[in-house]
């Protein structure tokens, strides 16, 4: 069992920044594939960003591409998404999810994922 936890939302103006973590309970961190997805009110959760377990292949949704960077530092059991040049749109509650995977592996759907954390909220105010 992991255990995800998000923090760093909040609010922001647009075209301000914020930076999110997730720290994850495992000793075995770098052996996991992980992502970000977020979910607005009254629409399904959506993947966001991904990156492998070794942190050198990451995928981007193409609403966030160019603008939000994933990466990971698997010294720290945690994994980061900065975003930057934010739109109202980003409103959303930010999820991080982990999944035990090969090397080189990137997962972008909410089914592949085996754990999640319980979300961070983030809004950007027009």
């Known amino acids: 069992q992991v255990q995800l936890v998000e923090s760093g939302g909040g609010l922001v103006q647009a075209g301000g920044s914020l930076r999110l973590s997730c720290a994850a309970s495992?000793?075995?961190?770098?052996?996991?594939?992980m992502g970000w997805f977020r979910q607005a009110p009254g629409k399904e959760r959506e993947f966001a960003a991904a990156?492998?377990?070794?942190?050198?292949?990451?995928y981007y949704a193409e609403s966030v591409k160019g603008r939000f960077t994933i990466s990971r530092d698997n010294s720290k059991n945690t994994m980061y998404l900065q975003m930057n040049s934010l739109k109202p749109e980003d409103t959303a509650v930010y999820y991080c999810?982990?999944?035990?995977?090969?090397?080189?592996?990137?997962?972008?759907?909410?089914?592949?994922?085996?754990?999640w954390g319980q979300g961070t909220q983030v809004t950007v105010s027009s």
């Open positions: 495992t000793r075995i961190f770098s052996r996991y594939a």
């Open positions: 990156i492998s377990r070794g942190g050198s292949i990451t």
């Open positions: 999810a982990s999944r035990l995977s090969g090397a080189g592996v990137v997962l972008t759907t909410t089914s592949q994922y085996d754990y």
